[in-house]
């Protein structure tokens, strides 16, 4: 994740006008969040969710792979 700190699925949800099982999905898919353990809540990082929801196929490119790297 980014250095931002991790917002909650609800406050994601809210954000993106978008249910919590979409954002889950997208955290999933696209690697924009994460869970300390199965079956926590979902934490997500403000950043990632910013360019799913810009449809910028070339920074989510960049953003996967600075995460890969850590």
Known sequence: MSDCKPISLYDASLIAKKS??????WAKRYDIGKQ???????QIDP???AIVLSA???ALAVYQSE????
């Open 47 to 49: 950043v990632g969710l």
């Open 56 to 58: 910028d196929a070339d």
């Open 36 to 42: 300390l353990h199965k079956g926590a809540s979902w």
């Open 67 to 70: 995460r890969a790297r850590r």
């Open 20 to 25: 919590e099982d979409t954002i889950t999905r």
